[in-house]
């Protein structure tokens, strides 16, 4: 079965420092988000992309976040530089994004992240 | 007061138990809602899909959804330990965006 795959799973790092999240969509999902959940809440929607343009990213911390899906492919998720309110869980997610009756997201393991 | 609004918890019951687990909304224009499971450390997946109103059943698990009531719910029938995770609902007005509740923990005793 076709999964979204992301890594790392895991990344801790210090307040300051640059970190990188990558994603690749199940093959053919031309719609993929990127979320951050935090503890005991539900994803929090960053950025939303269609093919390699961004579709939504009103939630997206411009100051310090950046994604880029270049070929509409395998994405990236940057924050640059880490603050101690980033640690979350940051969810990867796809879908075909060809019809609204199969608006079902598909997510990834996460990659849990941890700010020293 | 938020879009959606879930109790988030924690839930505990005993083993072979019915579970009920319920979400309100505020927005008419959701068409689409769906319920996620998502064990601890991992990403969230997909249990249950329906379309406006109506229930779906699928082995263990019924979602009804009453949209005059703005109300969607998850039953589990025969819950077993492995039930024990976080239940997330989502809904959509078919703009390709979830918008979710804050999840509901659930705890299956043995």
């Known amino acids: 079965e076709a999964e979204v795959a992301q890594s790392p799973r895991y990344k801790i790092t210090e307040k300051s420092q640059a970190v990188a999240f990558w994603c690749d969509p199940i093959?053919?999902?031309?719609?993929l988000y990127w979320y951050r959940q935090i503890l005991g809440q539900g994803p929090e929607l960053l950025v939303q992309f269609q093919d390699e343009s961004v579709v939504d990213d009103s939630q997206l911390p411009k100051d310090r976040f950046s994604a880029e899906r270049l070929k509409g492919v395998d994405s990236t998720l940057k924050i640059q530089p880490a603050e101690l309110g980033d640690s979350a869980m940051y969810l990867c997610?796809?879908?075909?994004?060809?019809?609204?009756?199969?608006?079902?997201?598909?997510f990834g393991p996460g990659t849990r992240l941890t700010v020293l | 007061q938020k879009e959606v609004e879930q109790d988030p918890g924690p839930l505990s019951v005993p083993e072979g138990a019915i579970v009920s687990l319920n979400c309100t909304y505020s927005?008419?224009?959701?068409?689409?809602f769906m319920w996620y499971r998502q064990y601890s450390r991992k990403g969230p997946e997909l249990l249950m899909y329906t379309y406006s109103s109506g229930n779906k059943e699928d082995g263990r698990f019924t979602a009804q959804v009453d949209k005059s009531s703005k109300y969607i719910s998850l039953f589990i029938r025969d819950s077993q330990p492995s039930d024990s995770a976080t239940y997330l609902c989502?809904?959509?007005?078919?703009?390709?965006?979830?918008?979710w509740g804050a999840g509901t923990k659930l705890i299956i005793k043995p």
């Open positions: 989502a809904m959509s007005g078919g703009n390709y965006q979830l918008i």
């Open positions: 093959s053919g999902h031309a719609t």
């Open positions: 997610a796809s879908t075909t994004g060809t019809s609204a009756r199969s608006d079902t997201q598909y």
């Open positions: 927005n008419s224009a959701f068409q689409y």
